[in-house]
């Protein structure tokens, strides 16, 4: 928390500073999420759902805020309402047997358990830009990325589907992750751009307060729209 401050502070000490010009952005996120799951005990006696679990689609909202601080180089800082997770692996279960008319039948059904797990995260960072006044340009993105847990939703296929919401208590509350992007730009007039950036993201604290070592990750594009005020 204590280097969090040291950012925090020297952000709001270089937004004082630098070009009275500032930017605003709106996008939707398009990341296929997983988790990087490791040290976690091999099951010797079956396919553990855990130790074969599948990358999945989560979207999310972008909202930031640029602030010129020199002809190339912006500060960035924002929000975004985003939904991480992944899918577990299909796997047989098997449930007993059971005798009908004499006969021996196994009771099993695939099952299959998808997570939603939804975050606030606030964006901290740098745009460098090299020719931010060209009708196409390039730029690079680096922010920290502190992130407040907010719930998770839960699928479960197991014959029938069913649904729920909770929060999960063996979660951080906060997360700390790093989001990088190379992006293009397309500029409409003086004030309107439209941009799409290829992203990825690793939260590099751990996602619960257990003995797992699990951290958030993932990798999609960032499509949305800028305004210059």
Same mark, same amino acid.
């Given at each position: ?33 997983? /988790? ?43 929000? /975004? ?26 009771? +099993? ?12 995260? #606030?964006? #901290?960072?740098? /745009? ?38 909770? /929060? ?18 397309? +500029? ?11 992203? #990825? ?26 305004? +210059?005020?």
């Amino acid at each position: 928390m204590r280097a969090l401050s040291i950012v925090a502070f020297l952000f709001i000490l270089i937004t004082l500073n630098g070009q009275n010009t500032w930017s605003v952005e709106v996008s939707s996120l398009h990341y296929i999420s997983y /988790r990087d799951l490791h040290n976690v005990p091999k099951m010797p006696w079956a396919v553990f759902p855990r130790q074969k679990e599948i990358a999945a689609y989560r979207p999310g909202l972008g909202f930031s805020l640029l602030k010129q601080v020199s002809p190339k180089l912006q500060l960035k800082f924002g929000a /975004r309402f985003a939904d991480k997770g992944y899918n577990t692996h299909q796997w047989d279960a098997f449930w007993g047997i059971e005798i009908i008319d004499g006969k021996i039948y196994e009771r +099993r059904s695939k099952v299959q358990e998808i997570y939603h797990f939804s975050y606030l995260d #606030i964006p #901290i960072g740098l /745009r460098y830009q090299p020719a931010p006044d060209r009708k196409w340009s390039w730029y690079m993105d680096l922010s920290l990325m502190p992130g407040y847990y907010l719930g998770t939703h839960k699928i479960k296929h197991l014959d029938v589907e069913t649904k729920s919401r909770f /929060r999960d208590e063996s979660f951080r509350p906060f997360q700390l992750g790093l989001n990088a992007g190379v992006g293009i730009s397309f +500029r409409l007039n003086d004030h309107l751009s439209l941009f799409a950036q290829p992203s #990825i993201y690793y939260n590099i604290t751990r996602l619960r307060n257990t003995g797992d070592k699990e951290n958030l990750m993932g990798a999609g594009i960032e499509i949305g729209c800028r305004y +210059r005020f």
